[in-house]
């Protein structure tokens, strides 16, 4: 058994003293674990770091084995995201989103499109913050858990939408929020529209949306945490939304 495709390398464990058991993320295979022999040997440990792009070969005797993974680099996202702390951030929170998420070896070909299209324009692009979030929203869809966010679960109305249901996943309006708005996750701007977040708090909010419905059912189904990764994310968001004075007082700023 045996397949070659270009893959995203999303994880790349240690196993023995050069080798790593790595997982790769490929259009037709899914997310795909292999044994990358030599992947921490100083030739072969920058191929293999999380968010780059590999042309992957699998290999394995039987098709349910762990197998064999090779790789030579395509495109080295992670060294590229170096320089950027946030943008590091952000590449480190979605190859560990889509280890965590997507069951092994199970197709998800738009996924993978959007990631890739993620991962090649994460250096320039100023919208990574609300093109993440929204890569978040498109793989909860992937997944059966998409959120419908075109019209008030209410009234019905497309315009004034400011809240989501933690429940439901359905869009609610300002006017139709009543007694329940404490309750409602909030809606930011730059999720009903193609524009970036307006500020640090338009993405706060969005990542909060987006993170309560992958740890209730992306994660949740499957009994695992949200990834540490994912979690520094938000918190790195949270930090930048408060006000400047909150952010001098505070000991983690």
């Known amino acids: ?45 920058a191929t293999w770091q999380p968010g780059n792009l590999i042309q992957a070969r699998w290999v394995a005797r039987l098709a349910d084995q762990l197998g064999s993974l090779s790789g030579e680099l395509v495109h080295a996202a992670a060294a590229l995201a170096m320089d950027d702390a946030l943008r590091l951030a952000i590449l480190s929170a979605a190859c560990a989103v889509t280890a965590g998420a997507l069951p092994e070896r199970e197709a998800h070909p738009r996924v993978f499109d959007a990631l890739l299209h ?23 869809a992937d997944l059966g858990y998409g959120l419908d966010l075109s019209r008030c679960a209410v009234t019905g109305a497309a315009e004034g939408l400011a809240f989501v249901s933690p429940r439901t996943g359905r869009a609610v309006a300002e006017a139709a929020a009543g007694v329940w ?47 540490n990764a994912r979690l520094l994310l938000y918190d790195r968001a949270e930090r930048d939304a408060r006000p400047e004075s909150a952010r001098l007082e505070s000991p983690d700023a």
């Open 118 to 140: 993620l991962i090649a324009h994460l250096p320039g692009a100023e919208d990574a913050p609300g093109a993440y979030v929204r890569w978040e929203l498109l793989l909860l």
């Open 1 to 45: 058994m045996d397949w070659e495709a270009p893959a995203i390398v999303l994880d790349a464990r240690p196993y023995g003293e050069g080798d790593a058991v790595a997982t790769v993320f490929t259009a037709e295979h899914g997310a795909h674990r292999g044994l990358a022999r030599g992947a921490q040997s100083r030739a072969r440990a």
């Open 181 to 227: 708005r404490e309750r409602l996750l909030p809606l930011p701007g730059f999720l009903r529209g193609n524009g970036p977040p307006s500020d640090a708090a338009a993405w706060r909010d969005g990542l909060r949306l987006t993170g309560h419905f992958l740890a209730r059912d992306a994660f949740g189904s499957r009994h695992l945490p949200l990834p």
